[in-house]
Structure formats: C-alpha cells, structure tokens
C-alpha cells in the first residue's frame, strides 16, 4: 500500500445546520488553510415558514398576531412596525399615550433581549457562570413584560391604532423599581466583561468589522455600532415618541466582538433611561384610536430599530380586508455579509476555526426571521418572492 | 477576577428557581392580567362570529348547537392573544388566569 502524495492546501470545513456550537439553523461552509479560516459561505434557508405569503391570505388583524411570530424574541419590534406600516395607510394620529407605552414595551424588549444575548454571549465563550447570573436577572424583566402587557413572551400589546392595554400606576412603580435592580446587575455585568481575562481572550481582536466595510456591506444595529458608525434609526428616522425620548447612540472604536459586547451593555443603560422617562413623563388620556377595518389603497414603508438593528416592513394594500403584498427585511438578513466579512482572514487578521461560534453570536443572529426565498431570474432581470407552490409552479 | 465575589456570595444565597410541577406551585407569581384560558359565557352570545373570523389561528370554530349559532375553542390551536375577548360585542368570552392547560387528550382541550 501506497502512501497517498496527494497534497491540498484549502479544505472545506462545513459546519450546521445542526451542530453543538451553533444554538441557530445556519450551514457555514468554511474554506480552511490549516488552522485559519480564508473564506465563509452562508446559507440560512432552513427555517423558511412563508410568512410573507401567510400574510396576503389573512386579514389585518390577525397579521398582528403572525407578524409578532416572525421572531419570539424581538416579537414587539415586528409588531411595532407592523402595525405603524398599517397605520401609515390611514394616515391617522396615534394618542400619545399610546405611542409612550409603546416605547416603553420596546424599551422593555430591548433590555431583555441584550440581556439574553448577553448570556448567550457568555455561553458562546465558554463562561457559563455568567450566563446562568444574567439569564436569572433577565427574568425580572420578563415578568415585568408580563405585568404590562399579560405574556412573558408574545406580548400582543401593539394593535393598529394604538396599544390594547394601558400601564396601571402600580405597574409604573414595580418597573422603577426594577429597572434600579437590573442597571445595578448590568453595571456589575459591564465591570466582569471589562476585566475578565476569559472574554478578553476570546473576544478582543476578534471578528474584525472595519467601519468603511460594515457600511459598505450594510450592517445594521449594534454590529454597525461597534465598527464606530452613528446610526440608530431611533436618532435618524424618529418614530412613535423617540424624538422626544432623549437617548444617546452607542459607539464604540474596537471594531471587533468585544465592542459588539460593549455597545449591547450600554444600551441596556441608555434603554433603562428611556423606561424611567417614559414613565415619568407618559400623558395622559386614551390608548387607542378606533380604525376602520379595510384601510385606504395605497403601499407603506416602516422602519423600526428592534435589538439586532434597523427593521423593515413594507405592505401594499388593495383597499380590501387583506394585504396585497407584505415584505419583511430583519436585521440579520443584512448582518449576514458582514459575518462573511468577519470569517475571512486578511493579511494579519485571521479568524481560527474556534473563533466562528463567537463571531457567529457576536451579531446576535435570529435566523428564523430572516430565511425568505427569492428567486432571480437572470432572463428578465427580475427579483421576486414567493412561496412553495409557485417555486413548484415555476420548476415545471 | 470580579466574578469571585458574587460567586462566593451564591453560595449561602437562596435558590432562585421553584421546583414548580411537583411543589412551590402557590409561589409562581401570576399577574393580574394574565391571557390563560379563556372562558366562554353561553347566555351572553349573540352567535354573531367575529371571535372566529378574527382568530388568528383558527382555535374558535362556529358551530350550531339548539340555541343557534355559537363558538367552541380549542385550546390546542390558541395563541392566548385575547383578540376574541377583544371583539366580542357582549364580553361573552373572557381570558382567565389559568395558564396550566397541558394536557394528554386533545378532547379537554375545548371550551365550549
């Protein structure tokens, strides 16, 4: 028996869709020089629900509800947007009572959301003390969110028109108080993230995102921040009550995972802040603007900054009961290219094979929101969207 | 090193998880609004069926009983929105604060 004398240089290392590493669907196909990654490859399609489609065949009331499905956790930016998309047909003024509880719910989400992230961060590094202390804190928000709005989760509190139910004042009391817990925690949090020699080692210096490739490569949300870029569209494109709530936008210089950490504790504080604000300063008055059912023909465009970044929905309306089109574009759809930018080694940077999970967490992927089918027809020059039946329409 | 501490300190902490199916259920703390089961008033409907055209998932069926035109829920496909109870023109259905509605056979699983 020969020996084989073959030689390769780059192998392909595939990861996913299931692997221990990864909590998410993702296939990562990685093309290694022994140790270092030179080139990733994503495919996220493995969690495709025809949302979209789902949509145009229900009415808008219940599109709430799928809407607030397409993800669990950032399930009160889906709604927010939703329903300020359907709102823009009308052309109608919110109460600002509502668009105040609004604020705070997202608020709310956001905290939990980073805090969840944050323990995923952790879990991802290979610290699970940490991640079991912030999962723990993390709960005191998640009851406050089902005090407000009556679900842990799913918290159905937007509604075209307005909000379902209003913030009773002992509400408003027990959050303030939390919310002095939870900033003490997320400070002790920042300090144990800032000194401890575990994440430093495998976070700084990592899954480098230069600020000129994240804005040509559109990352959104933190991850943009992280790479120093000022761009929140809570700042940019104000909506609901976020002109009047005063918040500053975190950046940071360093570029890589460490940041992304830093950014998302930050904006716990900044979130806290908002709370309070929107707790002291909430008017009075209704919570709700009663709509008619089919709105006006016509199309929106809405944009909401949910936890991972800037979210957009777009609907079309025919003037019946149902919608025409809907189209929804999450902020991990656009971190994608930048994680194919992160995965690649460059010059002195190199990404090692141990280093993906923790670049992959860094842009707090939420893949279940972002695997839609388009189709390109390179004859026509076309781009479209649909769904099984016409994929199978389409084969024959 | 700043973790040390706060991990000494849990040691001689209470423990912050209940052991909920088996004990500590009175100790779960459900709040006053909570979306749960719902119940259904028969003498209160209209059979007018707006609970079953605005169900998002489908859980509230129109059937007809002797009385006329009612709905039946089924709790296996309910999402716990309350968009029934929102609808309802004579506050016939109601969510109540009973989230504990597991179960082996998907014939309780109804509200009628």
Redesign the interface.
């Known amino acids: 028996m020969s020996v084989s004398s073959s030689y390769e240089r780059f192998f392909d290392i595939p990861i996913g869709p299931q692997h221990p590493a990864l909590k998410e669907p993702l296939f990562l196909k990685l093309i290694v020089e022994g140790e270092h990654v030179v080139a990733a490859d994503v495919d996220v399609s493995y969690t495709h629900r025809g949302i979209e489609r789902a949509m145009q065949e229900?009415?808008y009331?219940?599109?709430?509800?799928?809407a607030e499905r397409i993800c669990g956790i950032c399930n009160v930016a889906h709604t927010l947007c939703y329903c300020q998309n359907v709102e823009g047909l009308y052309d109608v003024e919110i109460p600002s009572r509502a668009l105040y509880i609004r604020v705070l719910v997202e608020e709310l989400a956001r905290i939990h959301s980073h805090l969840l992230w944050l323990g995923v961060a952790a879990h991802e590094i290979g610290f699970d003390?940490?991640f079991m202390?912030v999962w723990?804190d993390r709960?005191i928000v998640m009851?406050l969110i089902?005090?407000v709005?009556?679900?842990r989760v799913?918290s159905?509190i937007n509604t075209i028109g307005g909000v379902?139910?209003d913030v009773k004042p002992e509400t408003c009391d027990k959050c303030l108080k939390a919310m002095d817990y939870i900033e003490e925690r997320t400070k002790?949090y920042k300090?144990?993230c800032k000194?401890?020699p575990t994440i430093a080692a495998r976070c700084v210096g990592v899954g480098i995102l230069k600020p000129d490739e994240a804005v040509r490569l559109c990352a959104v949300g933190p991850t943009l921040r992280a790479s120093n870029v000022k761009y929140d569209v809570r700042a940019d494109d104000p909506y609901a009550v976020h002109d009047e709530v005063p918040f500053n936008v975190i950046v940071y210089d360093t570029n890589d995972s460490f940041g992304r950490i830093l950014v998302r504790i930050d904006e716990i504080f900044e979130s806290i802040n908002m709370v309070r604000y929107c707790i002291k300063h909430m008017p009075s008055g209704p919570v709700r603007a009663r709509l008619r059912l089919n709105p006006p023909v016509g199309e929106h465009l809405s944009r909401v900054e949910a936890p991972r970044g800037e979210l957009v929905h777009y609907v079309k309306s025919n003037g019946s009961e149902k919608p025409e089109r809907y189209k929804v574009r999450t902020p991990t759809f656009e971190n994608l290219s930048a994680l194919c930018e992160m995965l690649t080694s460059k010059g002195n940077y190199v990404v090692n094979i141990a280093d993906v999970p923790v670049v992959f967490a860094s842009i707090d992927p939420c893949l279940s929101c972002t695997s839609r089918v388009a189709i390109l027809d390179s004859e026509r020059g076309k781009i479209w969207i649909g769904s099984l039946e016409e994929l199978k329409r389409l084969k024959r | 090193m700043a973790m040390l501490p706060e991990v000494f300190r849990h040691i001689f902490k209470k423990r912050a998880t209940l052991m909920y199916p088996f004990r500590d259920r009175e100790k779960i703390p459900v709040p006053e609004g909570l979306r749960g089961k719902m119940s259904f008033n028969r003498e209160l409907c209209i059979g007018c069926g707006l609970c079953a055209r605005f169900c998002p998932s489908g859980a509230a069926k129109l059937v007809e009983d002797d009385k006329g035109k009612r709905p039946i829920f089924y709790i296996d496909q309910c999402l716990f929105c309350a968009q029934c109870e929102e609808v309802c023109p004579r506050k016939a259905i109601t969510l109540t604060r009973e989230f504990e509605v597991a179960g082996f056979n998907r014939s309780n699983l109804v509200v009628k």
Do not use: K, W
């Open positions: 229900r009415n009331v219940q599109n709430i509800y799928l003390t940490l202390y723990r709960e009851d089902e005090e709005t009556g679900n799913t159905a379902r139910r002790y300090r144990v000194t401890d």
